[in-house]
């Protein structure tokens, strides 16, 4: 990291939007939109405040005495180092760049007016988890108002979705919706982001660094786009130099980038190219520096193919048995790549959950999904995991081309008979770029988002369909999208919070939820609204550990 006086770079991770804001954003659409009904298997209605389930969480606490009066800081979403922001970071301080990182924008505004108090050359927006301009206008026009002369550079999936599904004065508009002055189009891009730090440092011409646009006399330009490659070898992530940063106790990272398969349904592997392995001695010296922060108790490794290829994988796992680095850790796992030895070896090297994107119980939807897997492999799997005591959560998808009444019923029944400790399904969304986009006219397709039809069903059943699972499966948990995905139970961990008693929280959350998504009269649902709320209230004063 340079030690320089002046400031280069401030790297900005996540904007999640207060729950609130949201929620009225999208009831603009109508309550019986799809997006709504999606985002209502999110929240809780008290009379004329909607909870989303770390609201509920934070308030069922406060009623408990763990609340503010007491030290206890709330629980928030995407509470733990956001992996884009430390890894730019890491990259940008490993050849020079003077980096500072912020972490939950709508939590640290003020630490970010400091930092562009001290006139950084630039401010670098990541946009890992947003398909809309929203959240990027929001911060460019908070950093505008606190230092208009600083460079706003915007780079990440949205970006290249922009490119990908827009040209001309259509992806200029894009653009200029969002207000920054450069934008990054490639699937690495951390190359061309130190290239542009590097330049304005010089005031040097723009026009010679590959895959960006900018804007110039009202035009934008665009460069030549070159392959980024650069080596995770060569850019593991030094935990210790983010030691002040009060981490927590929970972190992820990656073994790889890129994912090894093609569902149909899925554009990532477009966006970041060919499969790209760590090397495991690298692993071993992050694992080290994560180990020797002397807080990690959680790892999460975010990698979409972690257990593939299976031999590095049974490789890893060995690497931390043999270290005893003694953190628990949670991944993405494919039981079509598995075996009995693995998740044994996952076991002993501390796995305590996994996200099995299981998407269909249907054979003929996996095959139209292209997911390289049966249903026969994920039934074995978790059985194993759970033989194993790894928490598994089981994510469905509903209305992909193909989808009829009977091929959802064949997913309601995998449910039913496996037994995930928790799942979730969600309405399949039509986005420009994947593969299955080539085969509109086959799949009678039209729409886009989560607007759409095609033969065999549209948008509306779909969510139809998705009630009635939700309503009929008793079976497993369901776990909410928004601000409460499966990553949030090892966060929970690191705060205090154990398997058995986020389990008993679900339950009653679950009953809840369900009053939300079937019509319970006014009276009656009040009434057991403040009956379960007590119960959760009764529940959580008995929680000890909770910092």
């Known amino acids: 990291m340079s030690n320089g006086a002046h400031l280069d770079c401030v790297v900005i991770g996540y904007n999640e939007l207060p729950f609130a804001r949201y929620e009225t954003l999208l009831r603009q659409y109508g309550e019986e939109s799809e997006a709504y009904r999606d985002l209502k298997f999110s929240f809780i209605n008290f009379g004329d405040k909607k909870l989303n389930y770390v609201g509920l969480l934070n308030h069922v606490l406060e009623l408990a005495g763990h609340g503010n009066g007491v030290g206890m800081r709330p629980f928030e979403s995407g509470d733990i180092p956001n992996l884009a922001a430390v890894y730019l970071t890491n990259f940008l301080r490993k050849r020079g760049h003077h980096t500072k990182y912020i972490n939950l924008f709508q939590y640290e505004k003020d630490r970010l007016a400091e930092f562009l108090a001290e006139d950084p050359y630039c401010v670098a927006i990541t946009t890992t988890f947003y398909v809309l301009n929203f959240p990027v206008t929001e911060m460019v026009e908070f950093i505008r108002s606190h230092n208009p002369k600083v ?20 992806l200029k508009s894009a653009f200029d919706d969002m207000g920054a002055d450069i934008y990054v189009i490639e699937g690495q891009g951390e190359i061309a982001l130190s290239q542009i730090i590097q330049c304005l440092k010089e005031n040097g011409d723009l026009s010679k660094i590959p895959n960006i646009a900018y804007s110039e006399n009202r035009a934008l330009h665009r460069t030549p786009p070159v392959l980024e490659n650069s080596s995770l070898d060569e850019n593991r992530i030094d935990w210790l130099d983010f030691n002040q940063d009060n981490l927590g106790r929970t972190l992820q990272t990656r073994t790889a980038r890129s994912c090894a398969f093609n569902c149909s ?51 890893i796992c060995r690497l931390m048995i043999r270290k005893n680095y003694n953190f628990d850790w949670f991944s993405y796992f494919r039981c079509s790549n598995s075996d ?43 059985k194993l995991l759970r033989q194993h005591d790894i928490l598994t959560f089981g994510s469905f998808i509903v209305g992909f081309p193909g989808e009829t009444d009977a091929t959802v019923k064949e997913t309601g029944d995998f449910i039913k008979d496996n037994k995930p400790d928790y799942w979730r399904a969600q309405m399949w969304y039509c986005e420009p770029g994947t593969p299955i986009e080539k085969r509109r006219d086959e799949f009678g397709i039209s729409g886009e ?91 959580a004063s008995g929680w000890r550990n909770v910092v």
């Open 151 to 170: 460079k706003i550079i915007v780079g990440g999936p949205l970006i290249a979705n922009h490119a990908r599904n827009y040209q001309g004065d259509e």
């Open 265 to 315: 349904f899925c554009n990532y592997p477009t966006r970041a190219g060919k499969l790209t392995l760590a090397g495991i001695d690298t692993l071993e010296e992050e694992f080290d520096s994560m180990y020797a922060l002397g807080n990690t108790k959680n790892v999460v490794f975010i990698d979409d193919t972690f257990n593939v290829p299976l031999p590095r994988f049974k490789e």
């Open 340 to 382: 009995e030895e693995a998740i044994d070896l996952m076991a002993q090297s501390g796995c305590k959950g996994v996200f099995l994107g299981i998407e269909s119980g249907s054979p003929h939807i996996l095959k139209l999904m292209t997911k390289a897997a049966t249903i026969e492999k994920y039934a074995d799997g978790m």
């Open 449 to 539: 988002g989560f607007v759409w039809q095609h033969n065999t069903m549209d948008s509306l059943e779909a969510m139809d369909h998705i009630d009635k699972l939700f309503l009929t499966i008793n079976e497993s948990t369901w776990l909410p999208q928004w601000s409460f995905d499966f990553w949030i139970i090892p966060y929970l961990k690191g705060r205090g919070i154990s398997f058995q008693q986020f389990k008993e929280f679900m339950a009653v959350a679950h009953k809840m939820l369900e009053m939300e998504i079937a019509f319970v009269p006014p009276a009656q649902k009040s009434k057991a609204q403040q009956e379960y709320l007590q119960s959760m209230v009764t529940m």
